[in-house]
């Protein structure tokens, strides 16, 4: 499975580094490909050492004004000239996705990919791994949409929450495997 990551470039605690890692690992290990921004730096790095490490293959999609920050020696990397291009590519070489902590870039990566998958533009299963429950807030936020009528489809149809990676690694084989 091509396993898309969206993540921070920025170098994080432990409280957050650990839990990429192992989800990294599971990737790695289960022969998985990560789908990466292709940044060599912060836990964007940290993801990406723990699928290489692991055995798993590396995707990554850059883009020029990053080009820079690119981690060098993977299976597979493509440059592309902006980010809405790099969101786009991402998405199509992926067959899940799994959106860890970040900030507004990762924010934003995430709303389009359930934007696109609400108006089922894609149904590749969405996980959101609330490490350190980093994104209660917005579980909330998001339950206050579907409570609401916000969404079109349920919650649990746009996106699972996830609180440990093994559980977020679990959801996606499982959807995989019923596609």
């Not at 289960?30 to 730096?41: A, E, I, K, M």
């Not at 820079?68 to 440059?79: A, H, N, S, T, Y």
């Amino acid at each position: 499975m091509n396993i898309c990551v969206f993540c921070s470039s920025a170098d994080l605690d432990e409280r957050y580094t650990r839990p990429a890692r192992e989800f990294a690992e599971l990737i790695g290990k289960g022969g998985h490909t990560l789908v990466w921004g292709g940044s060599n730096v912060g836990l964007m790095k940290v993801v990406a050492d723990g699928v290489e490490k692991a055995g798993g293959r590396l995707a990554g999609v850059s883009v020029e004004f990053l080009s820079d920050k690119v981690r060098r020696g993977v299976d597979e990397m493509v440059i592309t000239k902006n980010l809405a291009e790099r969101k786009a590519e991402m998405l199509a070489r992926a067959d899940a996705v799994v959106i860890m902590v970040g900030g507004t870039g990762t924010l934003d990566e995430a709303t389009e990919i359930l934007e696109l998958k609400k108006h089922r533009i894609h149904d590749k299963p969405v996980v959101l791994l609330n490490t350190a429950g980093f994104y209660d807030g917005l579980k909330l936020q998001f339950q206050r949409m579907e409570d609401e009528g916000f969404l079109p489809l349920p919650l649990d149809r746009l996106v699972v929450f996830a609180e440990e990676p093994a559980e977020a690694l679990a959801h996606l084989e499982e959807a995989a495997g019923g596609r």
